[in-house]
């Protein structure tokens, strides 16, 4: 369906981001070549960072926070003996170690980076102070004072020593960690400072980068409104890993129009596995994919309804 504002299109589509653009970009890049009303992205990464972006149109935006909840995986390559202020590749050099970490202190070091931690993001960040981005406050020669936030670290390890300088490492973590801060607060824990030299976002929640499309695949002859609307997936594809519960179509019209419903009546058809007071379930309906719910006392209660 077309109008002035643009077609309305729902689901996601998966892009292995280049090099030197930004995730802003990109977002209107496919606004634009999909002539699309909505579109959302779910985790922004850095202009030097590639891999994998999910783009949201339409009701999968409504999605994004349950994406931006999952577990992530990254590769990137640390690069020790220099600190930079944007803790990666573009910054300027503010200081430098003759330190060279070994193998053994590296994987002793890595111990302290497990479990729930707490980070400084870094200084080069869209964190609000008082009102401006982080960056913004960068840029113009201010230095403001971020607080320390928790993050979730499942795995954090070290798969290559590439030579003396550099090392890959492997992360697997939840919501709102900072490659960046754990790079250079790795480096110092090793006794020497250090920036990330390459990122890399391998998987986001269900989706993996081998099943993202190039830029360039995407944007194609760049004219507007002719990109093929078969790369677009659908909007439940980003919860597929979320309990499905069956309705019946009563059920589900009920749900649609914020009622909820008892317990009692749909008991044969939860899993065991669903942790009753708080567990959140993908309602289904002959295949099509209703929204979310969960059940609060004793009653299943609509969360987000499509």
């Not at 577990?71 to 060279?100: C, N, P, Q, W």
């Not at 507007?224 to 309990?243: F, H, M, Y």
């Amino acid at each position: 369906m077309r109008n002035r504002r643009g077609q309305i299109i729902d689901g996601w589509l998966l892009i292995d981001k280049p090099l030197e653009k930004t995730s802003a970009f990109i977002v209107n890049k496919v606004k634009y070549v999909f002539d699309a009303r909505k579109v959302g992205h779910s985790g922004t990464l850095d202009p030097l960072a590639t891999g994998l972006l999910p783009i949201a149109f339409g009701k999968a935006t409504k999605t994004i926070p349950y994406i931006m909840d999952k577990k992530k995986v990254y590769h990137f390559t640390l690069t020790f003996g220099e600190s930079r202020t944007t803790d990666d590749a573009e910054g300027e050099v503010i200081a430098r170690s003759d330190v060279r970490p070994s193998d053994a202190d590296i994987e002793q070091a890595l111990i302290q980076f497990q479990g729930e931690i707490m980070q400084i993001p870094p200084i080069f960040s869209a964190i609000k102070v008082g009102g401006k981005r982080s960056y913004d406050l960068a840029r113009q020669g201010e230095l403001p004072q971020l607080k320390q936030r928790p993050a979730r670290i499942d795995s954090f390890r070290m798969i290559e020593r590439l030579d003396q300088d550099r090392a890959k490492f492997e992360v697997i973590s939840g919501k709102g960690v900072y490659m960046r801060s754990l790079a250079r607060d790795l480096a110092v824990a090793c006794q020497s400072v250090g920036y990330i030299s390459e990122l890399r976002r391998l998987k986001v929640g269900p989706f993996d980068v081998t099943d993202a499309f190039s830029l360039d695949k995407i944007v194609g002859n760049d004219k507007k409104g002719e990109a093929s609307l078969d790369l677009i997936l659908p909007v439940e594809t980003a919860l597929d890993d979320i309990p499905a519960l069956a309705l019946t179509s009563e059920e589900a019209t009920d749900l649609r129009f914020g009622r909820s419903l008892g317990i009692d009546q749909l008991k044969d058809r939860i899993s065991l596995e669903v942790e009753l007071p708080d567990g959140v379930l993908r309602a289904m309906n002959g295949g099509h994919f209703i929204g979310l719910c969960r059940f609060e006392e004793e009653r299943l209660r609509p969360i987000r309804v499509f």
